[in-house]
Structure formats: C-alpha cells, structure tokens
C-alpha cells in the first residue's frame, strides 16, 4: 500500500481515515532538515551550496517512513500546498534517496488539497504531479537570503553595536516601520483648531444637532477657526441670527461586503476583533484546518471555488431568505502577485455548518471559526441599502451656514451577518453623525436654536501600530508574504526590539539603535522598495521566470562589499554616526535657541548617545566621570511613568545622608548616599514592583535601606533569622548570614511582614518549610487538567509553582503571564506559551514514541507444551 507523508500526526489522523486502510499515512512533524546554524551553512564562493543537516528529532520520523517504504514501495508526499509545504516535500525525498530508501524503482508523486476534506483528499489523489522545482527553487533562495543576513550581518551588529543581538532580512525593514512611526510621533507638533456645534430644534419640538460650515459667506476649512477668540465670535454670529432650512437632500447608497478572508485580512481582523496576535490566530487557524473545518490558512487569495460559492448562495437563502442572496454570484479579484501561490480565501470547508453546529471545544478556534464563518457567507450576501440625508440650514443673509447629516438603513443586507472591523480612526476629524437618523425637516421650515457651543480641537499624532496594522502596512509595501508575517511580528519582541503595551507596538531602546545602524550602514537593504523588489524576484523563482543562484549572486556581490566598508568603522565612529543620525529627535532644538547638547549639569561638557553592555541606551556627558549627568534615551524629559528624572530623584536626609531613588537596568531601588571614589557602592535596595516608585516616602526608603531586619537568634539552634526582599518576594532566611548560600528560606505572605514578623511566628514558618522538603518526592497535583497536546500528544496540564501558576507538558513548564487567568486558559494559549518557551529555550516540541501495546492474549484450548511460533505470511503484492 503506498506510503502518505503529512506534517502532522493530527492531519495524518484525519487523512487516514479519509483514504481508509489501503494506505499508510505517516507525519514528518514539520521540517526534518535545515541549515545548521553556523558560519559556511551556505558557501557564496561555491555557487551557493548549501549544507543540509537533519535535525536530531526528525531522524525518528524519517526512520519510521524509511521503515515503512522498506514493505510498500510507494511514496506519495502530500504536505501544504505552498512553498513551505512543497519545501518540506522536496527534503524529504532528498533525505530518503540518501539513506536510499527510495529504490529506481519507487515511484514519488506529490498531491496537493486546499482543504482536509474527504472530497478535496480523494480528488488530489487522482491528480498527482511531481514535486514544483520552482517553488521549492524560490525557497532555497528565500532561505540563502535569510541565512546570508543573519550570519553575516548579526557578527557585525555584535562588534561594532554593544547589546545588539541580530538582524534579519525582512525582521529588520518591519522594525524600521515601527521605529519610523515612533520618531513621527515623537516629532509631532499639534495644532489647535476649533468648531462650532448648534443643537436646533424643528417646528415639530424635533431635536437635531448641526455643524457651522459656512462663516462671513465662506466655506469653512479644518484650521480657519484657530484659537477661542475665533471661535467666539464664530459663534456669536449664529446666536444673532435667524436660522432656516435651506436645502433637504437625500441619497440612495449602497454598500458592499468585505472579500472573504487571506492571511494578512484574517490577521488583522482577528487583532481587531479579538486582541489574537498574529501567532495566536494561525496557532488557532492551523488547528481548525487539520481537523478539516477550514481551507488551508497560509493563502494570499481571495477567490471562491464556484461549488463554495453555490453553497453559501444557498446557506445564505436557507438561513436568511432569498432577500440576502445577490441576482448574480460576487467574484473578488485575486490580488496576488504570484499565481502559484495565490491558493483559495480562508473559508470553511461546509458552508451550512456555523460555529454552534461545528461543536469547537476550544474557544480561541470556535471565535474565530465564527469570524471565518460570518466573513464567508456575508461575502455573497446582498449589499445593504442606505438612504443618507444632507440637511443645510442657514441664515437670510448668508454669511452663517450649518449642516446637520444622518443615515438610514433600508435594507441590511450582508450587515445583518458581519461587519469589518476598523483601524484606528483620525482623533483629530470632526465626524458627523452619519449613523443618526435626521429628524423630519423641509426646506423653507425655520428652526430654532437651543444651544450654540464652541469645541476645541487639537491634531493629534499618528498612533502606534498594532499588530494588524503593522501587517496591514507591511501587506501594502509588499514586504514578506502571508506565510512569513506572524514569524517576523513575532521575531523582533522576541529579540526584544519591540515591546507589546496595550496591543500598541513600541520599539524598545536596542531596536531605536540597530534601526540607527542599519539605516545609515545598509540603507539599501533595509530600503522598503529594495525589501519588495526582492520579494518580486523570488516570486519571478517560484513562477519559473527566474533562475534562484543568479538572484542569490546579484545580492551578495554588493551586500558583502557593504559588510566589509561597515567592519572598517571603529565602535566610536558607529557611535558618532548614530548621534548625528538621531541627533534631530534626542537633541531637538530648545526654546532658549542654545546648543541641546549643551550639558545641563557641569555647562560645558557635551551629551552624546552611549550604549550599555545590557544594550540599553542613554544619553551622558562628555566629561565623564568628573560630569555624571546621564538622561533616558530619548527627546529630553523623556521619562518613564515612575516620575524619576534621569538623575535620580532625592526624598530628603537620614542621619546625614542623602536618601535618593533611582531607576537602575532592573528596576528602580533607593540609595543612601551619592558615589563616591571612597564609596563606590552605597546602600542600595530594589523598590519592590508592589510599590509604585512614584509614591516612595523618605520613611518608606529609609525602612527599605534598613533591610535585612535581624529579627533574632533562633530559640532551638542559636543560628540568625533573618527578614529580608529577595528577587522573588519577601522571606524569612534561617542562617549565618544574609549571604550564605546554606540555611532554610522560607516565603513571606506579605511585604509587611518583612518589618513586622516575630520570632515565634517565624520559626512556626520555618518549621514548616522544613517539613514540605519531605513532601519533594511526591508527584505535584495540576490545578487543571487541559487535555492532550493537539499536535504530540502528552497531558498538558497547569500547576501551581513557587512563582505563580504555569504550564507544563513533557519537561517543558511556561509561566502563564499576569494577563490570563488561569480559569481561563484554553488548551490553545496554552501550547502557544509552551511552543515559545521551547523556542527560548531552544528545545524542539517532539513527540514522544508511543507506549508498544501488548498483543492481545490468545485462549489456549489444552493445556499443551509452547508451540512454535508461525511464520509470518507473506505480504500480497499490490
């Protein structure tokens, strides 16, 4: 019987029982070979060879397909159908015919399916073709580029950019974006500007509420109206004025559904709809597909099958009317670039089977199931009617002018299913309220006014990205592909370039530095037309009009002569570099009109921009160490929400000493005293994180700078306890010494206890944390119990750890963050927590082999003596 090769074990599962028991269906788990990661992976001076290693879990699997070929001499690869997947096909052939368990005789094909269905299944199985050489050719130079920039330019980050850790082909363009973004906010100057709003009343005591358009017989723009003084008067000439309706109008409008869902729209909406990182809405997406609920997700099309089409014409009239269904089908135009892989939208896979029928037991893919779901359907649903209403209302004379608008609708159409989500909205606009019904009004009708009132108004910067925005944005400057994008939103906080706050993205100090470097040393190749042209010319690869290494040649000639001129800077010249890079954002001009880098502290010294080991930046002075002054990276007074100026914040004296709080590479902490050459480490204590630094008393310090508290000797053995704020919370220690590493520590309940907490309570804690060490052997109990891992198998279960509730599956445990309640984790977050805690840690999520079942036990008929075991029958030919 042939051999079926999928990625995993949850797709072979479902496909097996599609094709039945004529076929052998094995996982490869993914990718079984990769470039090892070190120097000479890929060899420009030879033609670009490139060294291919098969990972150590992967051996199992190719071991096990081996195995399986040596009894059915068929192989039919059947991975995702784009480069990916076509790339996973290609290894694994390659890696067969060398251990040579693929004879001349072995035929290979490769099938494709769009959906996990048995129809899609059983239908790819009557069309095989060959593995698509130029797909898997787009890949081999997509995956050169990517390691070439790596390996190339990370080694020159590292020496001549202190605390940057890598750098990436389309990670560090992305970054760019956000950074970019950051300075034009930083950079941004608003503008007031005001309006005047009235609300009127109609002859039929109707209330409406209108906007001035028109002042002195002049149609009003955005900034005509600059200060209150403007806007006073403004509105003092509609109080003095009789007011009348001068024109009624109204509009039929209609308006179309949304495409049915790519990559990138499912991303975003689900971003806005749901607060999902992209990472998290394919984790959940990738699932809903392998259990054949969806088409495959990793698409950058938006076309239909015509039979999709048909059925949800016909889901639509069943469920809403025949009203809801179009005169004729929708058809959206495909907006790839590259046809082979522009697959089908994202949509399910049975248009009659909603989120209730689909029974999803996981609430993260069942919410975006719905999402998918109500996108599809409302896609070939009837447009929705509106009707909208302009109303202008003016005085006799002309000079004053007023509208007021509204909307109604008619027919709702595909709004009665879905409606898109919005990104962020102007703050700065004056909207009207167009979704109001008007009240009845007719032309000629005097209205009256209730109330006139100015409004101020101030522009407002760009705001930050999100993820959806960002991958809304990077979509529009052609930069990566639907596959590619939760990779690199996901790439650069973990490097932590990027911080998440709110969903909002903001670029840490590191990703300022390496955005500073690159832009000024490899302008080029962190350029967004180069990023995109390049990605035209692998898509050129894929499509077969391109030949890869030729690709691969025409960048590394260049690239590597611009490596080279970047390593002869000296670390203090990329310094430089940098400052008069960003000199315009971190030493703006002052109101005074001196020099901003002028320093503040000593008046002649100059501030520069200087790195950390930690890779954390910040801006000194020149006459270092005699001048200490130091400030946050950034314009000045750029602060944190502690409130501590970069020169540290003094509460007042004790004992003669100056007690300080300052913000350190860990946190903020209280000082007592100043450095000095005779001082070089004073009395330091972390503030502990329960404690907003802002709201730190001298007395509240002075306690902290008092720590550890000798609470006394220990009544049965004469040893020291201690009360003191470790790194993980208050506790007791039981020894010598704070110092030692010996001795019992025992938890604290609270941080008050550290000044409070007595002998007799204190031994009854330590006491019982002796006894819990005899409890160490036994197995803990899980809090909850998640189920099986969906992709490996394995119980994953939560536990409750020293430090606060985590996941655990294998020997892997993930802390579960402050942001989820444990009652609410689904098994999706949480083999999203545990795939990246193995990613950090460099682990790969394997799976473990399955326990060998013991055959079942025959029925002897008499007691006889042992027979001898048969011969296995010879397998049939097929």
């Not at 974006?177 to 709003?197: H, T």
């Not at 004379?397 to 595909?414: H, N, P």
């Not at 705001?463 to 991958?471: F, G, K, M």
């Not at 309940?749 to 204190?762: K, P, Q, R, Y």
Request: with cysteine; aromatic share 6%; proline share 6%.
């Amino acid at each position: 019987m042939p051999v079926v090769v999928v990625e995993s074990p949850a797709k072979a599962k479902t496909i097996n029982k599609y094709l039945g028991p004529d076929y052998t269906v094995l996982a490869s788990y993914g990718h079984v070979r990769d470039l090892p990661p070190k120097d000479g992976s890929v060899d420009p001076d030879n033609n670009f060879d490139m060294l291919w290693e098969v990972a150590s879990d992967s051996k199992k699997h190719i071991k096990a397909i081996a195995d399986a070929l040596a009894n059915d001499n068929e192989l039919i690869l059947a991975t995702d159908p784009d480069r990916e997947g076509e790339a996973i096909s290609w290894h694994l052939e390659e890696a067969l015919r060398k251990r040579k368990s693929i004879k001349k005789d072995t035929p290979v094909s490769r099938v494709v399916f769009n959906a996990i269905t048995k129809a899609a299944v059983t239908e790819a199985m009557k069309n095989p073709r060959v593995v698509d050489q130029p797909l898997v050719d787009a890949y081999l130079a997509r995956r050169a580029l990517d390691y070439l920039v790596g390996f190339k330019l990370s080694p020159v980050l590292w020496r001549r950019l202190p605390g940057a850790k890598s750098a990436g082909r389309v990670q560090s363009v992305t970054l760019r974006i956000i950074v970019e973004r950051e300075m034009e906010i930083e950079a941004f100057n608003n503008r007031e500007y005001w309006s005047v709003k009235a609300k009127l009343q109609t002859p039929r005591n109707q209330s409406v509420d209108a906007r001035l358009t028109v002042l002195a017989g002049k149609k009003l723009d955005k900034f005509d109206l600059e200060n209150a003084t403007q806007a006073e008067l403004a509105q003092q000439a509609v109080e003095s004025r009789d007011l009348s309706v001068n024109k009624v109008e109204a509009k039929p409008a209609n308006r179309n559904p949304s495409a049915p869902f790519m990559t990138s729209t499912l991303q975003q909406e689900a971003s806005r709809k749901f607060g999902f990182g992209a990472r998290m809405t394919m984790n959940a997406a990738q699932r809903l597909y392998e259990a054949g609920l969806i088409t495959y997700m990793r698409t950058d099309g938006i076309d239909m099958a015509p039979e999709a089409v048909t059925a949800a014409r016909e889901a639509i009239a069943a469920k809403y009317g025949q009203d809801y269904v179009p005169a004729s089908p929708r058809i959206y135009k495909n907006k790839a670039k590259n046809a082979q892989e522009a697959h089908e939208c994202v949509r399910p896979t049975d248009l009659m089977k909603d989120a209730e029928t689909a029974k999803i037991a996981d609430p993260d893919q069942r919410k975006l199931y719905d999402l998918i779901y109500k996108r599809t359907i409302s896609s070939q649903m009837e447009a929705a009617r509106m009707e909208r209403t302009t109303v202008d209302i003016g005085s006799d004379d002309g000079q004053v002018e007023l509208r007021a608008t509204g909307q109604v609708v008619l027919f709702d159409g595909f709004l009665r299913v879905y409606e898109e989500g919005r990104d962020d909205v102007e703050d700065d606009k004056v909207t009207d309220d167009d979704d109001k019904r008007l009240a009845q009004m007719a032309e000629g009708e005097a209205v009256s006014k209730t109330s006139v009132t100015p409004e101020q108004h101030f522009t407002q910067p760009p705001p930050r990205y999100t993820e959806a925005t960002l991958v809304k944005r990077m979509e529009e400057l052609g930069i990566g592909r639907p596959s590619t994008y939760a990779s690199i939103v996901t790439t650069i906080q973990d490097r932590e370039y990027v911080r998440k706050d709110k969903n909002r993205l903001i670029p840490e100090d590191k990703g300022r530095l390496v955005t500073a470097f690159l832009t000024n040393y490899f302008r080029k190749y962190v350029g967004y037309d180069y990023t995109a042209s390049l990605e035209e010319d692998l898509d050129h690869v894929s499509a077969g009009d391109a030949d890869y290494k030729k690709v691969l040649a025409d960048f590394w000639g260049d690239f590597k002569v611009t490596i080279d001129e970047a390593m002869d800077n000296s670390i203090t010249e990329v310094l430089d570099k940098i400052n008069e890079v960003l000199a315009p954002h971190i030493f703006p001009p002052n109101e005074e009109g001196t020099d901003p880098r002028l320093c503040p502290n000593c008046g002649n010294g100059r501030l520069s921009m200087r790195t950390a080991r930690s890779g954390g930046a910040f801006i000194g002075c020149s006459n270092y160490p005699e001048c200490k002054y130091t400030r946050a990276f950034g314009p000045p007074g750029a602060e944190d929400a502690s409130g501590i100026p970069p020169e540290g914040k003094m509460l007042g004296e004790d004992n003669g000493d100056k007690i300080w709080v300052h913000k350190g590479r860990f946190g903020p902490y209280a000082q007592r005293g100043e450095v000095t050459e005779e001082n070089k480490k004073p009395n330091r204590q972390s503030i502990p994180k329960e404690w907003p630094p802002e709201e730190i008393s001298l007395e509240t310090a002075v306690k902290l700078l008092s720590l550890p508290r000798f609470i006394g000797k220990h009544p049965e053995d004469g040893v020291n306890v201690f009360a003191n704020i470790g790194r993980y919370g208050p506790y007791l220690k039981h020894a010598e010494s704070t110092s030692d590493r010996g001795g019992t520590n025992a938890n604290l309940e609270s941080l008050e206890d550290v000044f409070t907490v007595g002998m007799n309570h204190a031994v009854e804690l330590l006491a019982a944390k002796v006894a819990s060490r005899g409890q160490r052997g036994k197995a803990a109990v899980p809090v909850r119990e998640l189920g099986e891992h969906p992709d490996v198998g394995g119980p994953v279960n939560v536990f409750d750890g020293k430090y606060g509730p985590y996941v655990k599956w294998d020997k892997i445990n993930a802390t579960i963050p402050d942001t989820i309640e444990v009652a609410d984790l689904t098994l999706s977050q949480a083999v999203t927590l545990i795939e990246e805690r193995a990613a950090k840690a460099g682990k790969k999520v394997a799976r473990k082999a399955p326990a060998k079942k013991k055959p079942a036990a025959k029925k002897a008929a008499a007691k006889k003596p042992a027979a001898k075991k048969k011969a296995a029958p010879k397998k049939k030919a097929m």
